[in-house]
T-cell receptor, first 114, second 113 residues
Framework: GAVVSQHPSWVICKSGTSVKIECRSL??????MFWYRQFPKQSLMLMAT?????????EQGVEKDKFLINHASLTLSTLTVTSAHPEDSSFYIC??????????FGPGTRLTVT | AQSVTQPDIHITVSEGASLELRCNYS??????LFWYVQSPGQGLQLLLK??????LVQGIKGFEAEFKRSQSSFNLRKPSVHWSDAAEYFC???????????FGAGTTVTVRA
């Protein structure tokens, strides 16, 4: 139980385009979903917290207009990187949390912007 | 605000030897503490967690961790490592109210034959 999937697992896009990453909780309802960013050889940095049906809460320094987060249902959250640039290349990991209990992590999405 | 320090960036250990990874946290209330493992290019797998109760926590893959409030530590141990334990290990502290996690910088474990 408590499986979280991400799609795609790997994406390459051209500079200036937008890319959407999906995060799904497959066997539970996720009241809250979190989005993290991880640079090579570094730790996970929390980007934003999203609760179903409400606006995401972004961490300090994260551009909300660049990283659009939507949590439209209790099993799906999406992260859209708008007008992507090479510096946005990173490993993006989501996690999902039911009403009570800990976070369950997805396998991550590798984004490469050329 | 909570924070986590993992003092060791890289540890090399021989297969069959014991392993201890250090973790110190800072948090004003009772912490929720976690250890995760990450293989290259993969997501995070939960090894173990501490919420309350017994301060010695058993996890998967033969790992255990001990919560020491007086030292603000939650060190991870394994008596005998296997080559498959080579990975990146992250300690994290969670907030009581919203489970928002703060991660340490991670410790890379290399296992030599």
């Amino acid at each position: 139980g408590a499986v979280v999937s991400q799609h795609p697992s790997w994406v390459i896009c051209k500079s200036g385009t937008s890319v959407k990453i999906e995060c799904r909780s497959l066997d539970f309802q996720a009241t809250t979903m979190f989005w993290y960013r991880q640079f090579p050889k570094q730790s996970l940095m929390l980007m934003a917290t999203s609760n179903e049906g409400s606006k995401a809460t972004y961490e300090q320094g994260v551009e909300k207009d660049k990283f659009l987060i939507n949590h439209a249902s209790l099993t799906l959250s999406t992260l859209t990187v708008t007008s992507a640039h090479p510096e946005d290349s990173s490993f993006y990991i989501c996690s999902a949390r039911p009403t009570s209990g800990e976070q369950y992590f997805g396998p991550g999405t590798r984004l490469t912007v050329t | 605000a909570q924070s986590v320090t993992q003092p060791d960036i890289h540890i090399t250990v021989s297969e069959g030897a014991s392993l201890e990874l250090r973790c110190n946290y800072s948090y004003g209330a009772t912490p929720y503490l976690f250890w995760y493992v990450q293989s290259p290019g993969q997501g995070l797998q939960l090894l173990l967690k501490y919420f309350s109760g017994d301060t010695l926590v058993q996890g998967i893959k033969g790992f255990e961790a001990e919560f020491k409030r007086s030292q603000s530590s939650f060190n991870l141990r394994k008596p005998s490592v296997h080559w498959s334990d080579a990975a990146e290990y992250f300690c994290a502290v969670g907030r009581f109210n919203d489970y928002k996690l703060s991660f340490g910088a991670g410790t890379t474990v290399t296992v030599r034959a």
